[in-house]
């Protein structure tokens, strides 16, 4: 079974630029969740989305925004980037339900901002 | 943040020995705690989960041990090897928390051959 997958695998942008990142969960996961993983600061949460709807948000500004499609496939989009922006994007996929939410990762997107 | 890792703990074994690596949560409704493995370049692995009904779970050389008396939480690895070289990270949540997963800092265990 072909776990999470994510492109592009590297991306490296300048400061006021956008970017978007691309997530497929597992097969058969419906929720899809985004993380930011700075260098020193571990995984800060970003997003959570099921069902083709925003479910939560970590605290990161308005500038981070996504969608889920139907297939339940994600992106992250990143607009005016910053330099604190540079960190691996990691995405992850579940099933939501009480007693199977386990997350499982994808190798993530590595970006660098200039 | 929630998570805070600007120095992480380091581990070193002798291969053959057990490990164990120890981690704190946070808040004591979390009723779900997930240890991941991360290795250089690639992204968190599931390792082994537990759930607070339970003090202890067993999987395949790793043995995960909840205390929620004092928050605490532990991985051990038996005979450790050089490919469990990696981060190490405990992960808390609970149902009403969102989907979202707290993460510990990390330790960083390192396998001498």
Redesign the interface.
């Known amino acids: 079974e072909a776990g999470?997958t994510q492109s592009p695998t590297h991306l490296i942008k300048t400061r006021g630029q956008q970017v978007t990142l691309r997530c497929s969960p597992i097969s058969g996961h419906t929720?899809v969740?985004w993380?930011q993983q700075a260098l020193?600061?571990?995984?800060?949460?970003l997003l959570?989305y099921?069902e083709g709807e925003e479910?939560?948000r970590?605290?990161f500004p308005p500038r981070f925004s996504g969608r889920q499609f139907p297939n339940y496939s994600s992106e992250l989009n990143v607009n005016a980037l910053e330099l604190e922006d540079s960190a691996l994007y990691?995405c992850a996929s579940s099933i939501?339900k009480?007693g199977q939410?386990?997350?499982?990762?994808?190798?993530?997107t590595r970006l660098l901002v200039l | 943040?929630?998570?805070?890792?600007?120095h992480l703990p380091t581990l070193s074994v002798q291969e053959g020995d057990n490990s164990i690596i120890n981690c704190a949560y946070s808040n004591s409704a979390s009723d779900?705690f997930?240890w991941?493995k991360q290795e250089s370049g690639?992204?968190?692995?599931?390792i082994i989960?537990i759930r607070s009904n339970m003090d202890k779970r067993q999987g395949q050389r790793v043995t995960v041990l909840l205390n929620k008396t004092v928050k605490h939480l532990s991985l051990q690895i038996a005979a450790t090897q050089p490919g469990d070289s990696a981060v190490y990270?405990c992960?808390e949540?609970f149902?009403n928390q969102?989907?979202?997963?707290?993460?510990?800092?990390?330790t960083e265990l390192s396998v001498k051959p």
Do not use: C, H
Not at chain 1, 40 to 45: N, R
Not at chain 2, 42 to 46: A, C, I, L, M, N
């Open positions: 999470v929720s969740y993380y020193g600061l571990g995984l800060q949460f959570w099921d479910r939560n970590g605290n990691l939501f009480p939410e386990t997350q499982y990762f994808g190798p993530g | 943040g929630e998570s805070v890792g600007l779900y997930i991941y690639k992204g968190p692995q599931f989960d990270f992960a949540t149902y969102g989907g979202k997963l707290i993460f510990g800092q990390g």
